[in-house]
């Protein structure tokens, strides 16, 4: 039984002007996160993904914001949930890591003190036995010295450092389902691969439920079961991972895999890059908003939306015209 259901998730921003359009950033995602299981949203900037993390959380902005759909976790939908309640439940049953630390760690307070007000806020600890965990959290995600690190400030610490930081504070209360942002970028190869290595770890040790969000098709290939590939704020594609992979259906979804560098490439070939931007789309509502962007483009996929053909419970497309299965 799934953890976490999505359904029918829509975000849309409104204009600071009045009579300005709203601009919808979330289309419709649905998915399901089960015990153990780690999903992966994927997509280049722009596509929702982030956005759809931080309306699960209920860390959107209350003005200017309209959130519509469901998101049950456990039978309760978080959506509908006081933000009183919420707050009980983020942080404890829910965690996310955020894309940069040190813009989300608290740049003037010791990093000791951002790691035990979790634990005293939710697990109800005293100074001294928050303190005592907060060095084995430290311990546990490699930080070499952590009685030290404790009082030391985010900026004192390397970009690696405060990732796992960050990774510390978010399994503090052994959440049931973490949300990992980009957790690897900005960091260097090496870093990535102790940071990846690190949540597989965590997930095989403690059952939790991972939704990684990245647009590095590397890091899905190491460490995602099943994967969404969202455009226009909209799921295109959900496959397993080996599957995707090996038949990639989706215009989109090749695009994005056609424009990894290869090692048995030729030397000095040109990638294979999508042309455009997200910005180049079109509104679901009347038509495929990749098809600006789209090489296999008809003149339905400007005029019609795309059905949703499915093959079982883990397989999804969204297209007119798909790149044939080999």
Not at 83 to 105: H, T, Y
Not at 108 to 121: A, D, F, S, W
Not at 285 to 300: K, T
Request: net charge neutral; with cysteine.
């Amino acid at each position: 039984m799934a953890l976490l259901e999505v359904r029918e998730l829509g975000v849309a921003f409104s204009g600071h002007r009045r009579g300005a359009r709203e601009t919808v950033a979330v289309d419709g995602v649905s998915f399901d996160v089960e015990p153990g299981q780690v999903v992966g949203l994927v997509g280049e900037s722009g596509c929702g993904k982030s956005v759809t993390a931080l309306a699960v959380m209920g860390l959107l902005p209350r003005r200017g914001v309209r959130v519509s759909g469901r998101a049950v976790f456990d039978g309760t939908d978080l959506l509908a949930l006081p933000e009183p309640e919420m707050r009980d439940r983020r942080g404890c049953d829910l965690s996310m890591v955020f894309q940069d630390p040190l813009s989300a760690l608290n740049p003037v307070v010791p990093i000791g003190i951002q790691v035990t007000e979790v634990l005293r806020r939710h697990r109800s600890m005293s100074a001294g036995a928050a303190r005592e965990e907060a060095v084995a959290l430290l311990n546990r995600v490699g930080i070499p010295d952590p009685a030290r690190r404790l009082r030391e400030y985010p900026h004192q610490l390397s970009g690696g450092m405060r990732q796992r930081a960050l990774i510390a504070i978010a399994l503090a209360c052994r959440p049931r389902l973490l949300i990992a942002d980009e957790p690897t970028t900005a960091l260097d190869v090496t870093i990535q691969a102790q940071i990846l290595a690190l949540l597989a770890e965590l997930v095989a040790d403690t059952e939790t439920a991972l939704i990684m969000i990245t647009h590095d098709l590397g890091v899905v290939a190491g460490l995602c079961d099943q994967v969404n590939v969202l455009y226009g704020g909209r799921v295109v594609e959900r496959s397993e991972r080996r599957e995707l992979f090996a038949t990639p259906r989706h215009p989109y979804t090749h695009g994005l895999l056609g424009s990894i560098p290869r090692l048995d490439a030729a030397p000095g070939g040109r990638l294979d890059a999508i042309k455009g931007s997200v910005a180049d789309n079109l509104p679901w509502a009347h038509a495929c908003a990749f098809a600006p962007r789209c090489e296999r483009v008809l003149d339905s996929c400007r005029e019609v939306t795309p059905p949703v053909e499915r093959g079982g419970e883990d397989r999804l497309l969204r297209c007119h015209n798909p790149v044939p299965a080999s």
